[in-house]
């Protein structure tokens, strides 16, 4: 009898059924992702603020103890170029203390004009003190804030490839530690860098845990959740908890005026992670998929004690069932690696897909937040306005997701996304107008890359899931070092960096149809899975359709030989 319903529990889902699927156990996981979250939109976002450049021009100390106003007006050749009309990187080359005697109110235009001599002097009454100014990184050395950035996405790479083997072999749980342990250190050591080679150094040891330190966690707690709050869990942390990270970072640079205060404040808080180990269990999927059974139905019973169920002993019976199949399944290997998710044509279709998706919504996503420079809004204003979209975006990604589904919700906002952009391209001489069409690009933007992210993390088998989303994600990284460039393009063309915008969400969107709906599935847990995963779904259902209509109806073949047979006695 308990064998019959052995077989009735096919896999973890079912077993989350028993244990149950969405109780107080799974809300105590949603609250530990959150605070990850947060340390995601530090490590993402504050480079934005660590790296600014504010109004700066050349120092000389001859001129000091003049006011700003005048002593600019003296030394620094106007430049209608440049933002504030004053030129960063030149100065007046003249006898400055016959000037001072003279009383002179304006300077010469015969002057001649030479390069900085004594540095710079940065105005800081409206702004805060960045690593830039602390280090003078401006002029023949604006490069290395960039460069920085070019450095920490490369490192990104390699790790999160890394991460993904380490994560699929040695378990979920060590790898959160070890990427936000990194991520501490980093973050706290940075204010004590000497010059730019241990700043990109320290950036680039960052970058090998970026993504991972988030991607991680986010992976742990939706294979705890049953399918149906899987986007709630999902995207409504990100909603609000990345929001939350967005506002609470100006506001802090701005209290602190101190790019390093602000490291030690915002980093510091990742030594929470400390507690993780007490708290977050390994991933039950993962021990399956490794031949663990015992130290999975300890933590089984944990999760049925917190939600008060009492769960049979033909569940427990199971787990041992499933993980000997998975074993049996995968040939007693004792790991999987990259080239798994491109042996068998259909896993190698999702992977490319997924790639494909990925890297077009997150290279739109970025370029949409950098380009908000092209639009003339300061510093401020721009970070507002980019948090201020993404607490609305990520709810709207909630609803969409369970009625649109997965698959359609990311084509349609990508599609929205590159058809803003293109409309942008051919409006740039009505700035109110574009800077509202461009708003609403950013808006699907940040929907498009909260539905993708979730996509991602389903659609990929648990025995290679790490390495499936890592490979990912490092396509991405790779995708997201063009986008200063894109940006860039504006030099050429004032259309430029809109018709690539457009470009990029247009080809984004053409992969996500491709893909298998995930709404309301059980995720798959073995490369066998995913030959079932998706199999004869309709192209164009979305839930709203209905469950009934998701699939069209199979044909036995045996029925097929008998028809003749079945007609003639019908007649």
């Not at 002593?71 to 430049?79: K, V, Y």
């Not at 005697?101 to 900085?116: G, L």
């Not at 999160?160 to 936000?180: A, E, H, K, Q, V």
């Amino acid at each position: 009898m308990n064998k019959m319903k052995t077989a009735g529990v096919k896999d973890f889902d079912d077993i989350l059924e028993h244990v149950g699927g969405w109780g107080r156990f799974q809300h105590l996981l949603a609250l530990i992702f959150c605070p990850f979250v947060m340390f995601y939109g530090y490590i993402n976002l504050s480079p934005i603020l660590l790296l600014f450049t504010p109004p700066h021009w050349c120092l000389v100390p001859e001129m000091a103890n003049m006011s700003m106003e005048l002593r600019r007006r003296l030394t620094i050749p106007p430049d209608a170029g440049v933002a504030g009309g004053w030129s960063q990187c030149t100065q007046y080359k003249a006898n400055w203390s016959m000037v001072i005697s003279e009383n002179f109110n304006s300077s010469d235009p015969s002057w001649a004009v030479e390069k900085c001599r004594s540095g710079w002097e940065y105005q800081l009454e409206d702004f805060h003190r960045s690593i830039t100014v602390q280090f003078d990184w401006v002029c023949d050395d604006a490069w290395i804030p960039a460069f920085s950035q070019t450095v920490f996405f490369f490192g990104a790479i390699p790790g999160m490839i890394f991460f993904g083997w380490f994560s699929d072999t040695y378990g979920r749980l060590p790898t959160i530690m070890f990427t936000n342990i990194i991520v501490l250190v980093t973050g706290v050591t940075t204010p004590f860098v000497m010059g730019y080679f241990s700043f990109i150094a320290l950036r680039f040891v960052m970058g090998l845990a970026f993504m991972t330190c988030f991607s991680g966690p986010y992976i742990l707690v939706l294979e705890f959740v049953e399918s149906s709050k899987r986007t709630l869990v999902g995207n409504l942390g990100l909603a609000v908890f990345l929001t939350l990270s967005g506002l609470v970072q100006p506001l802090a640079m701005r209290y602190f005026g101190d790019w390093r205060i602000f490291c030690w404040v915002l980093f510091g808080q990742i030594g929470l992670v400390a507690f993780v180990p007490f708290i977050l269990p390994e991933s039950c999927r993962w021990l399956l998929a490794n031949g663990k059974p015992e130290k999975c139905i300890k933590i089984l019973k944990r999760i049925a004690k917190m939600n008060k169920r009492e769960v049979p002993d033909f569940v427990y019976d199971a787990v041992y069932a499933m993980s000997n199949n998975q074993e049996k399944g995968a040939d007693m290997r004792p790991s999987f690696t990259y080239l798994d998710l491109f042996k068998a044509p259909k896993m190698r279709r999702i992977t490319l897909l997924t790639v494909v998706l990925h890297m077009m919504a997150s290279l739109v996503f970025d370029t949409t937040a950098r380009n908000v420079t092209n639009l003339n809004l300061n510093i401020y204003t721009s970070f507002f306005i980019t948090v201020a979209l993404e607490l609305p975006a990520d709810l709207l990604s909630i609803a969409s997701s369970n009625y649109l589904g997965r698959r359609w919700s990311a084509a349609l906002g990508l599609f929205a996304t590159g058809g803003s952009m293109l409309m942008c391209a051919a409006i740039v001489d009505q700035q109110e107008v574009q800077l509202a069409v461009f708003m609403i690009g950013r808006f699907f933007a940040t929907f498009s890359i909260n539905i993708v992210f979730l996509f991602v993390v389903e659609v990929m088998p648990t025995q290679v899931r790490g390495q499936g989303i890592s490979l990912v994600n490092a396509m991405s990284m790779l995708a997201q070092m063009l986008s200063p460039y894109v940006v860039y393009s504006t030099v050429f063309s004032s259309m430029a960096p809109y018709l690539l915008m457009g470009a990029i969400g247009l080809l984004g969107a053409a992969a996500g149809p491709f893909l298998p709906e995930t709404t309301g599935a059980s995720l798959p847990d073995s490369l066998e899975d995913v030959e079932e995963f998706g199999r004869d779904e309709r192209f164009f259902w979305v839930p709203l359709c209905g469950a009934n209509k998701r699939y069209r109806k199979r044909t036995d073949p045996e029925e097929v030989l008998n028809l003749p047979r079945i007609l003639s006695q019908g007649l």
